[in-house]
Every structure is written in structure tokens, then in C-alpha cells.
């Protein structure tokens, strides 16, 4: 049995007509760029977010970085993250000139540790940059204390998110000053290609972010900034507006999957399911993240490969020893759980279409696998 990692040609054969009337509906009226479509996938996703506004950018990593500029956050300024991200997340406070500070995360949850946070700012902290790994929200309460406390502004890296809550039932997406989202077709409300977000309810931000994704410009050919070219594309916004229906159908059917893997797979030895915090609400289980605790990871990978089992690592090296970080000289060791996670963890296949029979062949394999004795890290 053969069981995809992910599998976007499926959905798109059992939704094809939705989708199909929605794209041809924005070919025929040709208003490619910011045409009505986008404005009304805006004002459904601000909604859905609980906050006053959305805009739509060209991409999430562009949403991150267009919120960073609408804060004036720039050279000289430092932006707090976790090491144990996707490297976009890092990226976008690289592009403003300032300083992504890497810090370490929880062994339990995965998510950025708040104490560490506060252990790393400096006089030129200007944010702080949670991630909602795997779509668990970071403790947002206790950053929010911390950002207050030392009067920084507190944006959410919302790019694996969507639908989460805390358990107080508010929507990532609305837990800090701003939030980016990412729309990447493998995202749990993906587009057609590339696409993001940003969701505020802060006023002026948001008119800022307005003018830099369109050229600093309201009136055509008039320039208030210098801005970015970054908008959502009409025809990703139509295909989006279709997907948001389903959303939370989808997050139900993810996190059923996730409740009969861990029926399966709870009294499994050399593997931790993950942890759900106490201050979460709903996990969206953008991805389904085991660690191992005995076995050499990318030899179990290949093995479950051999049975027709796809498997990928996010992230199989931490920021801070990505080459491309090289500049930040931060070593081997000085983020230890990170680290550690780097070398241990495992994505198991999960998208809202898998079925239990293959979610039984996935946790039947793996057990097989595990219980052999682990070997030498090849
Ligand atoms: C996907 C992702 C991004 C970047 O989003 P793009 O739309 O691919 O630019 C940023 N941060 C995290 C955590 C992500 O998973």
C-alpha cells in the first residue's frame, strides 16, 4: 500500500467543479491583480481570523516581512525567534536589515521557549517572532507579558496555523499585533501556487502594509513609500475563498487522523507523540510531528520508504547552523533542544483525505521498524 506524505491532486479531483467555476469566473473578467476576489477572500479570512482586517501578499514569507517594515523595524534593530523553523521565518527579519536572534525551543511542545525569549533581549530588541509550529499556537499569553513588559511589539508567524486556537478559543491569527500567513499549496488553506496574508487590527499598520505590497502607492502612479510589488494574486484569492469553506472540515478531519494514530501508536516504545499544550485550544496539525528516542531517524525514514511510506523532516538542521546563517556565529550546542528535535524528529503522512486503512498501514510499519533493535547512526 502506497501512502503519500501529502496528496493535493486528490482534493483538487474531489472538489474540481468548485474550483474549476472559480477560476474560470476570474479568467473571464480579467482583473488579474487585486481584482474583486481578493477583496472578498480578505474580508472571509479576516473574519474567520477574528481580526478587523486582512491583506493579501504575494507570499508568507512577504507577509512577515511587510508587517517587520510596517513597524519600522530595520538596521540596528533585533527580532527574536526559535531556531527550529522553517528558514523564511528568519529570512524576512534578514531582509529589513535587522538581526534575527535565535533562541532556543521546549523538547515537549516544540514551540519557542518563552523563558529563552526573555533571557535574549537587548537594549535593540524591537519584536518578538513566535512561531505555531506544526499549527500548535506558541504561549501567547506569556509572550504577550514579556513583549508588554519590556515594550515590544509581538507578531505571529501564522504560516502553519490556520484554524488553530488557544484554549480560550481565540484564532492564531489575532494573538499579537499582526500575524502572517502562508498560503503555499502544501499549507492547510493553500493556494495554487504561492500566496500570504497578513491579519491585524491595528489600523495604521495595516494601511502601512497596504501601501508597501502595491508600490507605496494608493492612486495609481502616485508613490506615498517606497513599497514592494506582493499582492495576492486574484486567481490564488478565488481558489482560496473556495478552500476557506472547507477549512474547518478539513482541521476536523486532520486532527481525527492524528487521534487514531495515537490510538495506534501510544504504547509504542522509542517514539513520542506530540505533546498538546494546556494552553491550546485547537491543534491544526499542519503537520504530525513524532519524535524517536532510540532508533537512528533517516534509517527508519528509509525503511518505512521501502514500504510505500513517504515521510519528510521539518527541519532536519536548525537555523542556526544552516550555512546561510553561518554570519550569526552562534555553535553547534548552544541551542541544545533544537537541536536535539533536528536530529530525532519525523513527519508521519497526514492530509484530510487519508483514510484509516492507511493510517493502520503507517502505524503497523513503523511499530515493525521500531521493534527492531536500533543501530548505529549510519
Ligand atoms: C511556509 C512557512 C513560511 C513561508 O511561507 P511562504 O508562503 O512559503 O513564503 C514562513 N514560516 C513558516 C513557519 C512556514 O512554515
Known sequence: MNVPFANLPLNYTLHRQEYDEAV?????????????????????????????????VGSGTDALQLIL????????????????????????????????????????THLIDPQAVEAAITLRTKAILPVHLYGQPADMDTLSTIAERHGLALVEDAAQAHAATLADGRRCGS???????????????????????????????????????????????????????SRLDTLQAAVLDVKLRHL??????????????????????????????????VHAYHLLVIRLTDHDRDLVARQLGAQGIQTV????????????????????????NAEKAAESILSLPLFPE?????????????????????????
Open 248 to 281: 474547518e472540515r478539513w482541521t476536523n478531519l486532520r486532527r481525527a487522523a492524528v487521534a487514531s494514530y495515537r490510538s495506534q501508536l501510544h504504547d509504542c516504545p522509542a517514539l513520542v507523540l506530540p505533546a498538546e499544550a494546556s494552553w491550546t485550544g
Open 175 to 229: 494573538l499579537g499585533i499582526a500575524a502572517g500567513f502562508s498560503f503555499y499549496p502544501g499549507k492547510n488553506l493553500g493556494a495554487f501556487g504561492d500566496g500570504g496574508a497578513v491579519t491585524s487590527s491595528n489600523e495604521a499598520l495595516v494601511a502601512r502594509i497596504r501601501l508597501l505590497r502595491n508600490w507605496g502607492s494608493v492612486v495609481k502612479y502616485h508613490h506615498e513609500v517606497q513599497g514592494y510589488n
Open 313 to 336: 523532516v521539518h527541519y532536519p538542521v536548525p537555523i542556526h547552523l544552516q550555512k546561510a546563517y553561518a554570519e550569526l556565529g552562534q555553535p553547534r550546542g548552544s541551542l541544545p
Open 354 to 378: 487519508i483514510t484509516e486503512e492507511q493510517i493502520t498501514h503507517v502505524c503497523t510499519q513503523l511499530r515493525q521498524v521500531l521493534s527492531r533493535s536500533p543501530q548505529a547512526r549510519t
Open 24 to 56: 474560470q469566473k476570474v479568467m473571464s473578467h480579467a482583473q488579474f491583480i487585486l481584482g474583486p476576489e481578493v477583496t472578498s477572500f480578505e474580508g472571509n479570512w479576516a473574519r474567520f481570523c477574528n481580526t478587523s482586517h486582512a491583506v493579501g
Open 69 to 108: 517594515r510596517g513597524l519600522d523595524i530595520g538596521p540596528g534593530d533585533e527580532v527574536i525567534t526559535v531556531a527550529n523553523t522553517f528558514i523564511a521565518t528568519a529570512e524576512a527579519i534578514s531582509y529589513t536589515g535587522a538581526k534575527p536572534v535565535l533562541v532556543d525551543c521546549d523538547l515537549n
